[in-house]
């Protein structure tokens, strides 16, 4: 790959977010010659974002950092049907409210990353169902459909792995490619859009709206795509062992939020800073070149840069301080996930496997009998062997509160309501 001149693609390259590009001299060009608008879509499958969509939310923002135009496009209409894009079966399909209530959901999100407004350099969100949900079908099968070949359709890997694993694949998913690529010129008709960006799986997808560009006349439309992440071990990015790391704080906390990175395993702490934070490249290359305990230092500083991105500075070091009080000074930090549970319920006693699945630290008895048997768990910071641990008024502090831990990194707070 070139040594890029513009701002926006040298620094792309720089920090790793290049997976593969459509014409690198034609939109190296392009970037340096004006403005220029590029979009991400993203489908309202949940009412917010995981971790897994950080690294697209980041093209956006230095896309914007370096005088572009970013667009956030949500897939109200798409979002009807669902990308099947390497996924083993169809999605679940949602209703047109819960599909609005999601994009609701999602949008307090992008204010963190993007500044909106009218003007020439301002983010955009925009519904792609403004223009999807009034289709005229035999109009559309006739003026686009007609320019998608349905034998290049079956060679994108996306479409031959679900073939070759004799899985379904709808008529309903099979729309979905020609559906994304009318939204490509329909950007670019409306706002001037030349550049769609995504991640890798997206890639057969973008280029069809470049191929349908042409052949309906607009000027040449470009892509971007990014690397898909996992971590070192191979775990995919924005999932936990618990499920999704959510980027809304009422559907994950700041301090989990900033224990994920925290947690980051040693070998991705570089890539991690260069992709997820906003500092200087010569820093992140002095961090990198430290070793031994040293790495945990800057782990830290990767969890509160990138906590501080989302939620907010103040936010990210309450985090970061509540995190230093609970590992360095054993303290109980009022800033830890909590449950509450009616004092009634503790005064009777509740079994200490019951509250581990309440608390969210066990998926199941099963899962909470075998944290207790390998001694992971511990209330207040004494560990418990007895599974069958009555968990009673007893046992608050005289603040009305309970540590329970699973590990060295779990903690959540109960408290007596």
């Not at 060679?155 to 979905?176: A, I």
């Not at 070998?267 to 031994?292: C, H, M, N, S, W």
């Not at 907010?312 to 230093?324: D, H, I, V």
Request: some cysteine.
């Amino acid at each position: 790959m070139s040594a890029f001149k513009s701002d926006f693609l040298h620094i792309m390259q720089e920090r790793g977010f290049i997976h593969q590009t459509s014409d690198d001299s034609g939109l190296d060009d392009l970037l340096q010659k004006e403005i220029v608008t590029a979009y991400i879509g993203f489908d309202p499958t949940a009412s917010s974002l995981h971790a897994g969509s950080l690294i697209q939310i980041m093209m956006l923002h230095w896309f914007q950092q370096t005088g572009h135009r970013p667009i956030a496009l949500m897939g109200g209409g798409t979002g009807m049907i669902g990308d099947p894009s390497f996924k083993d079966e169809a999605r679940q399909l949602l209703t047109p409210e819960k599909i609005d209530q999601n994009i609701e959901g999602i949008k307090s999100c992008f204010s963190k990353y993007l500044t909106f407004g009218e003007g020439d350099r301002e983010a955009l969100m925009i519904n792609n169902a403004d223009w999807l949900l009034g289709i005229n079908y035999v109009e559309f099968l006739r003026d686009v459909g007609r320019h998608f070949s349905v034998n290049r359709m079956l060679s994108f890997d996306s479409v031959k792995m679900r073939l070759d694993r004799e899985q379904s694949l709808s008529f309903l998913e099979f729309n979905y490619m020609i559906l994304q690529a009318y939204d490509f010129v329909e950007l670019n008709k409306r706002h001037g859009c030349r550049l769609q960006m995504g991640g890798s799986d997206q890639w057969g997808n973008i280029v069809n709206g470049i191929d349908l560009g042409h052949r309906l006349g607009a000027p040449q439309l470009y892509a971007v795509t990014s690397p898909l992440l996992t971590t070192s071990s191979g775990a995919k990015m924005g999932k936990s062992a618990n499920g999704a790391i959510w980027l809304n704080a009422d559907m994950f906390s700041v301090y989990d939020f900033w224990q994920y990175w925290r947690n980051t395993e040693d070998a991705d702490v570089g890539r991690f800073l260069k992709l997820y934070t906003t500092l200087p490249i010569d820093e992140i290359d002095r961090l990198q070149a430290l070793g031994g305990s040293e790495i945990n230092e800057v782990k830290k500083i990767l969890a509160t840069e990138v906590t501080a991105l989302l939620h907010g500075r103040s936010a990210a070091e309450e985090a970061a301080e509540t995190a230093r009080k609970t590992f360095e000074e054993g303290a109980l930090a009022e800033n830890l996930p909590s449950i509450d549970v009616a004092s009634g319920e503790l005064e009777g006693g509740i079994g200490l496997l019951t509250l581990l699945v309440s608390a969210g630290m066990a998926s199941s008895n099963g899962e909470a009998r075998r944290h207790i048997k390998g001694g992971a768990v511990r209330i207040n910071d004494q560990a418990v062997a007895d599974e069958k641990r009555i968990v009673g008024s007893d046992d608050l502090t005289d603040e009305g509160l309970l540590k329970l831990s699973v590990g060295k990194k779990k903690h959540v707070l109960v408290r007596a309501e």
